[in-house]
């Protein structure tokens, strides 16, 4: 079983190409900057999920340098905008001139440009300036279907949209820019998209979020066709800002990109990540925000895999000098406690399967949930077998027999924990699966080391299968799913995950022993009197 974990794709290392020689001008510093310099222009938002700050977020989470310039002051929160105040055209002016007199720009994000005399500072310091990508996200119809500029403004910003090299709207703006109705199907919407191309230039990101449906498609629509973005629509209210950081890490995307297709890819299957995460945020009791920083670890805390095996240390330890183990690596373990423990492994891995396909159904990605189907069929197929061919040889039990064995008090509890945790999140639940790989791949090697040459080993089969490279991958790949889990929950939920993890290493260890000890059912005390009358 092995199979990598994804991430969503993230920006390349390297220098960024000199935008310097794109605007004639000589580098400031060596051959090329480390990181590329991106602007946004826009209002702010006070609780930093939408405007300038959502776009410093997601330039940073792409590897970019942001920079701000101010075109109004927005008092606003998850519900909705209150007051609006603009410093005016002249302090706009100010701010431009003093980014762009000193650094040099390699893209530019435009947002709310607030009023008509905005739009045309902004357009004069671009036709300047002259950047090198330049992404126009047009708001200019709040989420309510109001519309937030005057008709002066409103023909200022098509004007923006010909200076542009990417605009971004929703279909509602699409509308307003083309003066139009709004569509209200994919086709339609299209159409209006290549009208808009071929009256401005522009390339246009049409964005069919509200559209209805389980898909949520977006398309890039420009000199070389179509081109479509299908994704499937994520379930949240944490929805404020989306606009604004899409359009914010395609820019932030562009200079290391070859094209605005590899950028909006990109830049999507980021935003997705970032959707699926904001509930976790609890910021705001209205539409919050997305997580722009889902798919960075968080400095200072560990990878939940990490700190999970020291949570149970004191279990491992146990498990390492216990009898049975002992017994097992020097061969001494007597065959009838082996077959046993292995009977019981084998309704055990039953039960086991049913909640690695559980965890396939909850997993969020393709990747995810091919492995642990995968797994299913592995602890059914290929280790079920193993028991059966051993219990068959040493215990005289046939196919039939191993697999009507009646689970012991302890297997019973261990599966009885895994289908509960299974009926938690996808989180709890891989959380809950993990320690059978950690804490046999972990026994695997000790047994090996113990054990030494395997040959004549009465139990080499089952010693060699735990400590086979293939299975240590596995559980590699295991634990990077539980720690991509881990990411998007909150802190309760990943104590949940821990205590999950406990329970199970604890049960690993009650598993092993039972292999000595031969834990049985309790008989009813008063049938126990009745059967000895």
Same mark, same amino acid.
């Given at each position: 079983m092995s199979l990598a974990a994804t991430t969503p794709a993230l920006p390349t290392t390297g220098p960024v190409p000199a935008s310097e020689e794109v605007r004639g001008r000589a580098p400031q510093q060596g051959a090329g900057p480390s990181r590329p310099r991106v602007l946004s222009i826009a209002g702010t938002d006070p609780t930093g999920g939408a405007?300038?700050? /959502?776009?410093?977020?997601?330039?940073?989470?792409?590897?970019?340098?942001?920079?701000?310039?101010?075109?109004?002051?927005?008092?606003?929160?998850?519900? *909705?905008?209150?007051?609006?105040?603009?410093?005016?055209?002249?302090?706009?002016?100010?701010?431009?001139? /003093?980014?762009?007199?000193?650094?040099?720009?390699? /893209?530019?994000?435009? *947002?709310?440009?607030?009023?008509?005399?905005?739009?045309?500072?902004?357009?004069?310091?671009?036709?300047?300036? !002259?950047? +090198?990508?330049?992404?126009? &996200?047009?708001?200019?119809?709040? #989420?309510?279907?109001?519309r937030l500029? &005057?008709? %002066?403004?409103?023909?200022?910003?098509?004007?923006?949209?010909?200076?542009?090299?990417?605009?971004?709207?929703?279909? +509602?703006?699409?509308?307003?820019?083309?003066?139009?109705?709004?569509?209200?199907?994919?086709?339609?919407?299209?159409a209006q998209a290549r009208r808009l191309h071929a009256a401005s230039g522009a390339v246009v990101l049409l964005k069919g979020g509200h559209l209805t449906g389980e898909e949520s498609p977006d398309a890039l629509v420009g000199p070389d066709g179509v081109t479509t973005f299908s994704a499937p629509r994520v379930d949240t209210v944490h929805?404020?800002?989306? %606009? $604004?950081?899409? @359009?914010?890490?395609? /820019?932030?995307?562009? +200079?290391?990109? &070859?094209?605005?297709?590899?950028?909006v890819r990109d830049a999507k299957t980021w935003l997705t990540g970032a959707l699926r995460a904001g509930g976790v945020l609890a910021v705001g009791t209205g539409h919050g925000?997305?997580?722009?920083?889902?798919?960075?670890?968080?400095?200072?805390?560990?990878?939940? @895999?990490?700190?999970?095996?020291?949570?149970?240390?004191?279990?491992?330890?146990?498990?390492?000098?216990?009898?049975?183990? !002992?017994?097992?690596?020097?061969?001494?373990?007597?065959?009838e406690d082996f077959g046993f423990y292995l009977a019981q492994d084998a309704a055990y891995l039953a039960e086991y399967a049913r909640v690695l396909s559980r965890a396939s159904l909850l997993a969020p990605t393709p990747e995810a949930r091919q492995f642990f189907a995968g797994a299913a069929v592995e602890s059914l197929e290929v280790e079920q077998a193993l028991h059966r061919d051993w219990l068959g040889?040493?215990? *005289?039990?046939?196919?039939?027999?191993?697999?009507?064995? &009646?689970? @012991?008090?302890?297997?019973?509890?261990?599966?009885?924990?895994?289908?509960?945790? @299974?009926?938690?999140?996808?989180?709890? #639940?891989?959380?809950?699966?993990?320690? $059978?790989?950690?804490?046999?791949?972990?026994?695997?090697?000790?047994?090996?080391?113990?054990?030494?040459?395997?040959r004549g080993h009465l139990y080499a089969r089952w010693i060699a299968l735990y400590g086979d490279p293939s299975f240590a991958e596995a559980t590699r790949t295991a634990c990077a799913f539980a720690d991509e889990a881990a990411r998007w929950v909150s802190p309760a939920e990943r104590e949940r995950m821990?205590?999950?993890?406990?329970?199970?290493?604890?049960?690993?260890?009650?598993?092993?022993e039972q292999g000595l000890v031969r834990p049985g059912w309790p008989v009813p005390p008063v049938g126990r009197q009745a059967a000895q009358v």
């Open positions: 405007g300038i700050q /959502a776009d410093l977020k997601a330039f940073a989470a792409h590897g970019a340098y942001g920079m701000a310039v101010t075109t109004a002051l927005v008092a606003q929160n998850t519900h *909705g905008v209150r007051s609006v105040h603009v410093p005016g055209a002249e302090f706009l002016t100010e701010q431009l001139d /003093a980014v762009s007199d000193d650094v040099v720009i390699d /893209a530019v994000k435009i *947002g709310m440009v607030a009023d008509e005399a905005n739009a045309r500072v902004i357009a004069t310091w671009l036709g300047r300036v !002259r950047p +090198p990508f330049v992404v126009l &996200d047009p708001v200019m119809v709040a #989420t309510s279907g109001h500029l &005057d008709e %002066g403004a409103e023909q200022a910003v098509r004007d923006l949209v010909a200076l542009a090299d990417l605009v971004t709207p929703n279909l +509602p703006e699409l509308a307003v820019l083309l003066g139009e109705p709004a569509a209200t199907t994919w086709p339609d919407a299209l929805t404020h800002g989306t %606009g $604004c950081s899409l @359009s914010a890490a395609v /820019a932030a995307l562009r +200079p290391r990109r &070859d094209d605005w297709v590899g950028a925000p997305v997580d722009h920083l889902a798919h960075l670890p968080t400095l200072g805390l560990r990878a939940f @895999s990490e700190e999970a095996w020291e949570r149970i240390a004191g279990w491992r330890e146990a498990v390492e000098g216990m009898g049975f183990v !002992r017994a097992l690596a020097d061969g001494s373990l007597a065959a040889e040493h215990a *005289g039990m046939d196919r039939g027999a191993v697999e009507d064995v &009646d689970p @012991s008090p302890v297997t019973a509890a261990y599966t009885n924990h895994l289908h509960a945790a @299974s009926n938690g999140s996808y989180a709890e #639940t891989v959380a809950a699966l993990l320690p $059978c790989y950690r804490l046999y791949a972990h026994i695997g090697d000790v047994l090996v080391r113990r054990a030494g040459d395997l821990l205590r999950a993890f406990e329970l199970s290493a604890m049960h690993e260890y009650l598993f092993f």
